[in-house]
């Protein structure tokens, strides 16, 4: 009789040392791996991966002819995935796990220094890390268990003095400039800073505001883009006039359950803030400059 009418049955067990599940790039996963036998079951291999699976949303056209010759052009959006096993070892080869019997391996499983950061809250791009282990049989279905771990992003840089960043798009319009005490922030903090305005020529402003943006970009064939801003108004309608210039202080909060800072050949995720001047009838003069975002900072 064919191995996959025989039956058997055997439970996998993993267990991990972090009791939340949560690691940062270069630490060591501690996985304990347990198989206990209910029936005699003959497998090929048991062995374990831990695997970074990062899906993309992407746009695509296609065109289309009817009978009378008119062409239609469709955007689409699609998934695309990238899955890459970082770490796989073997821990059994062609063997029969007994019936009643019970097995345990230890492994150090090792995070790449530049493992990327999960990312389930964003829209159109995600970021997973999996522990998988499997017990392979010949010509039947395998025995495995998963287990998803976080992969968080550690912000080390110690705040400085403030500086000054960002440049003006017309900057013999006004000169804009944010004053910072970095530019790099973890989820859920506040960022709390100036944004300068050094007028050049008279002109008229209906409203000088602050944005934060979170900006996913997909390069795949058509592209796909997504933008989420937060907008905090800092004046109303005011006449701004060369050799006065004006100190607008300002906070806004990053989301705590943002994606933070990442960037792959398939996918990025970046973090800007903006100063607008809004101007009636004709574009708006800005300053905007990227920051970096961490899921959190050394307690």
């Avoid at 993993?14 to 940062?24: A, F, G, K, V």
């Avoid at 291999?45 to 052009?73: F, M, P, R, W």
């Avoid at 695309?80 to 230890?106: N, P």
């Amino acid at each position: 009789m064919l191995d996959f009418l025989k039956g058997g049955k055997a439970n996998l067990k993993l267990e991990i040392d972090s009791p939340n599940q949560t690691y940062y790039p270069g630490e060591t996963v501690r996985v304990t791996v347990t198989v206990e036998g209910e029936k005699d079951l003959k497998i090929q291999k048991g062995h374990i991966a831990l695997v970074c699976k990062e899906e993309y949303e992407y746009q695509s056209e296609s065109t289309s002819t009817d009978s009378d010759g008119n062409t239609t052009t469709s955007t689409s959006s699609s998934w695309g995935t990238d899955e890459r096993k970082v770490f796989e070892q073997v821990f059994l080869g062609e063997t029969t796990i007994r019936a009643a019997s019970t097995q345990t391996w230890k492994f150090d499983v090792p995070l790449p220094p530049d493992a990327l950061p999960t990312c389930a809250n964003a829209k159109i791009v995600r970021v997973h890390w999996w522990l998988k282990t499997n017990l392979d049989r010949k010509l039947a279905f395998g025995v495995k268990t998963e287990m998803e771990i976080r992969v968080l992003t550690l912000l080390s840089h110690e705040t400085g003095p403030k500086h000054e960043y960002g440049q003006s798009n017309e900057p013999g319009e006004a000169e804009l400039a944010f004053v910072l005490p970095s530019s790099q922030f973890a989820l859920g903090e506040t960022i709390t800073g100036q944004l300068i305005v050094r007028p050049k020529k008279p002109f008229d402003a209906t409203e000088i505001r602050l944005e934060l943006v979170e900006h996913e970009y997909v390069p795949r064939q058509e592209g796909n883009v997504k933008e989420k801003e937060t907008k905090v108004k800092l004046e109303g309608k005011t006449k701004l006039l060369p050799g006065q210039d004006q100190i607008y202080p300002f906070s806004i909060t990053i989301p705590a359950n943002g994606p933070v800072t990442l960037t792959t050949p398939n996918s990025s995720i970046t973090w800007m803030l903006k100063g607008v001047l809004a101007r009636f009838l004709r574009g708006d003069t800005r300053v905007e400059g990227p920051i970096e975002v961490y899921s959190t900072r050394p307690a």
